[in-house]
């Protein structure tokens, strides 16, 4: 069986396809990991995100949970926990939970946005202070799931002493120059904000400072990848996930059809969604091979966390074998 080198990852959006409930998206979470466990994949990790019906992954500690369970040797993360929405210590028990659970197999990217839109985010009682405390809520975190607390008194039960590895995720310029200070791994997601990640990834790795006991610098880059048998149906399966984008961005509460999202593409509304998906490898295994390698120059990373976003389930686990076997 093909083996994928131990730097190609997968991003897990938990989608809810039309007609489906998040429990469709659950399982079909549980099928990606169990074939990504199967083909090599380094790790997968599931983002935290609000108030969206076509993601399931609002709880992204409790679906890692769920995909542990059923699943043995592949690592498994957010990508990432959206800090400023939560607390500190409750998201080193968490962590520290799910690591005491599933010892080695556990990581914990980080984020500052809120990860959904305004009221959303004044619905989760979100303080409008809290992305600016960033760097000392990670730095706090850190310490609950080390040895030395930075809050005297308090300790996170489970947490301390598992040393669950962090990563920044970010999408400018702040993340890059908050990994490199603190001396973590940097996530960029070029996925779907795309325009900062070479001044990012650069700045990181000029700036970056080893932490005790750390390792070097290291890159998390994301691509979309929409891998098939057949060009087009590769090409076909790529405008749905551009639809898709245009009806989230665009169309909400407003139920488009397909018909209507095709127009917005062709406007100039169209062009953005396109700019987002630009670091796109779309196409039959050559192609993705191809496309692969070349974004891996471009995003001098480390390791590629990949999204296939692919309309079904089907196509989705034919894309990451696919791609699986271009990687061995």
């Not at 210590?89 to 556990?106: C, K, Y």
């Not at 909400?252 to 062009?271: H, I």
């Amino acid at each position: 069986m093909p083996c994928v080198a131990p730097s190609l990852s997968i991003l897990d959006l938990a989608f809810v396809g039309p007609g489906q409930s998040p429990r469709d998206a659950f399982d079909a979470s549980v099928a990606l990991a169990q074939r990504a466990e199967q083909l090599g994949y380094r790790r997968v990790w599931y983002a935290e995100h609000h108030n969206m019906p076509t993601i399931a992954s609002s709880a992204p500690s409790v679906l890692i949970a769920h995909v542990a369970a059923h699943t043995r040797t592949i690592r498994l993360g957010s990508g990432g926990i959206m800090l400023p929405n939560h607390s500190p210590l409750v998201i080193a028990e968490q962590f520290g939970t799910l690591a005491s659970l599933h010892p080695g197999r556990i990581d914990l990217g980080l984020g500052r946005a809120p990860g959904t839109d305004p009221v959303t985010t004044r619905a989760l009682r979100n303080d409008p202070k809290s992305p600016d405390r960033f760097q000392s809520d990670v730095l706090e975190l850190q310490g609950y799931l080390g040895t030395e607390t930075r809050v005297p008194g308090v300790e996170a039960t489970p947490g301390k002493g598992t040393h669950v590895p962090i990563t920044i995720l970010g999408s400018s310029l702040f993340g890059a120059r908050l990994a490199a200070r603190l001396g973590l791994p940097y996530a960029f997601a070029s996925h779907f904000a795309p325009s900062d990640l070479v001044e990012a990834v650069a700045t990181y790795r000029r700036e970056f400072q080893p932490s005790e006991g750390g390792e070097g610098p290291h890159v998390i880059a994301g691509l979309n990848v929409v891998a098939a048998d057949e060009r087009a149906d590769a090409a076909a399966q790529f405008r749905a996930v551009q639809r898709s984008f245009v009806k989230g961005l665009f169309g909400r509460g407003m139920n488009w059809t397909d018909t209507v999202a095709d127009e917005v593409l062709e406007s100039p509304y169209g062009d953005v969604v396109k700019g987002m998906l630009v670091h796109a490898a779309v196409g039959t295994r050559d192609d993705i091979r191809n496309g692969m390698d070349r974004f891996a120059e471009l995003a001098n990373a480390d390791e590629l966390i990949t999204v296939h976003a692919a309309p079904t389930l089907a196509a989705r686990l034919r894309s990451i074998e696919l791609l699986a076997q271009c990687a061995a």
